[in-house]
């Protein structure tokens, strides 16, 4: 299994561009998490999904869209990038294991800039 | 509001020590806490996971411990390791179900000194 798997893993947008951070994960989990981690801060909850066609938001979800029409994949939208997306984003997966709780499963992040 | 606290400093001990780490948190109810470790440049990896009836909790050279009452967790690592040196998060879910979600907190930084 390759796990949960990230594409660019770089990439630098101008501002006011889009783009979409592709994450894909093969273990049939059916939640997937969109994180985004700043310099020395903890991960920020962007948006949640709990199957397919389910989204929901987290924390910080302004500037920023998901969609999830298959349980493997999670595409992150940003549409008009600001500099204050700068940061690197992780897409992760879980399942529910009842009492055992779920533990989550990450990609390896894109580390985006916007100038 | 909901507060998770680690310490912000990172901790340096000495290789064969044993490393404690501290996870606070104030306006929050956790069904389940875990830990994970983050490298640099990479995701983090899950560790251990504690149920808010469990007090304690081991794996090999890792003891987690919950207390509830106190509101807080410690992330013990016992005969540490230079390839311990990581930062450690630890993450409260509240919820009992599929659909709850993760809170984590800044994390730790640990560095073992051979």
């Known amino acids: 299994n390759a796990g949960v798997t990230q594409t660019p893993k770089f990439r630098i947008l101008k501002i006011g561009q889009s783009m979409t951070l592709q994450c894909t994960q093969d273990?049939?989990?059916?939640?997937m998490y969109w994180y985004r981690q700043d310099p020395g801060m903890g991960l920020k909850l962007i948006y949640y999904s709990v199957g397919a066609g389910i989204t929901d938001k987290g924390e910080v979800p302004n500037g920023y869209n998901v969609s999830r029409s298959t349980t493997e994949d999670f595409p992150l939208r940003l549409e008009l990038a600001a500099p204050s997306q700068t940061s690197v984003y992780f897409c992760a997966s879980s399942y529910w294991a009842g009492e055992l709780g779920k533990e989550q499963f990450f990609g390896p992040g894109t580390r985006l800039t916007v100038l | 509001s909901q507060k998770i606290e680690q310490n912000s400093e990172a901790l340096n001990i000495q290789e064969g020590k044993t490393a404690t780490l501290t996870c606070n948190y104030t306006n929050y109810s956790p069904a389940y806490l875990q830990w994970y470790r983050q490298d640099p440049g990479r995701g983090p990896v899950f560790l251990l996971l504690?149920?808010?009836?469990?007090k304690e909790k081991r794996k090999e050279r890792l003891k987690v411990t919950f207390d509830t009452t106190l509101k807080q967790s410690l992330f013990h690592i016992t005969a540490s390791q230079p390839a311990d040196s990581a930062t450690y998060l630890c993450?409260?879910?509240?919820?009992?179900?599929?659909?709850?979600?993760?809170?984590f907190g800044k994390g730790t930084m640990l560095l073992v000194s051979p």
């Open positions: 993450a409260l879910d509240s919820g009992n179900s599929g659909y709850s979600t993760l809170t």
């Open positions: 273990m049939n989990h059916n939640y």
């Open positions: 504690i149920r808010e009836n469990e």
